[in-house]
């Protein structure tokens, strides 16, 4: 059965850093896109970034876009997610999802890990 | 960014009524359209993609219909089980898209 394990998480002062991890394994980690998905109770799941299987193409939110980097390692079946000049409003529960095409370019999500939080506060 | 828009808010049935979902896209997406549930403190679960394809192992009582801007999902008989949040994305257009969801709740 596909896992996904998320760690990372946690208490961060605004303008701070963060790094976010997603341990893969039962599937083949290589040959899938990958995505982090986050949620607010306020506004509910959103979108955040996607790296193609290889790595070569990422998008992103606009919201994030300049301040967080998505990243994979292949070799340790592994996907991060860097995360820089925190706002309060990147406080949520953070996710990383599998993409649901092998080889595709951005599609739904199956399966999610069970989440990390993150929150920015002071 | 292609909004997309759920409707009701909030559905009250009772188990083993139908339960009918409304997702509505701001321009068309084709059949580019999953739906998720989510329970309390879960991560969502994916229920459907293509707008009408089940994932596997989901129970023929869901159902997903619509094409373009309009989509339906339809619970035909809930189960104790079923009563959650549905949530709606697209993904025929980046930046990838949700909808704010419906919470299904025991009339």
């Known amino acids: 059965q596909v896992q996904l394990v998320e760690s990372g998480g946690g208490v961060v002062q605004p303008g701070g850093s963060l790094r976010l991890s997603c341990a893969a394994s039962e599937f083949t980690f290589s040959s899938y896109g990958m995505h982090w998905v986050r949620q607010t109770p306020g506004k509910g799941l959103e979108w955040v970034a996607f790296?193609?299987?290889?790595?070569?193409?990422?998008f992103y939110a606009e919201s994030v876009k300049g301040r967080f980097t998505i990243s994979r390692d292949n070799s340790k079946n592994t996907l991060y997610l860097e995360m820089s000049s925190l706002r309060a409003d990147d406080t949520a529960v953070y996710y990383c999802?599998?993409?649901?095409?092998?080889w595709g370019w951005g599609n739904w999500f199956d399966p999610w890990g069970q989440g990390t939080l993150v929150t920015v506060s002071s | 960014e292609i909004v997309m828009t759920q409707s009701p808010g909030t559905l009250s049935v009772s188990p083993g009524e139908r339960a009918t979902l409304s997702c509505r896209a701001s321009?068309?997406?084709?059949?580019?359209l999953a739906w998720y549930q989510q329970k309390p403190g879960q991560a969502p679960r994916l229920l459907m993609y293509g707008a009408s394809t089940r994932a596997t192992g989901l129970p023929a009582r869901f159902s997903g219909t619509g094409s373009g801007t309009d989509f339906t999902l339809t619970i035909s008989s809930l189960q104790s089980e079923d009563f959650a949040v549905y949530y709606c994305?697209?993904?025929?257009?980046?930046?990838?898209?949700f909808g704010g969801g419906t919470k299904v709740e025991i009339k």
């Open positions: 994305q697209q993904y025929s257009n980046w930046p990838l898209t």
């Open positions: 790296t193609r299987y290889d790595g070569s193409s990422k």
């Open positions: 321009q068309s997406v084709g059949s580019n």
């Open positions: 999802a599998k993409d649901g095409v092998d």
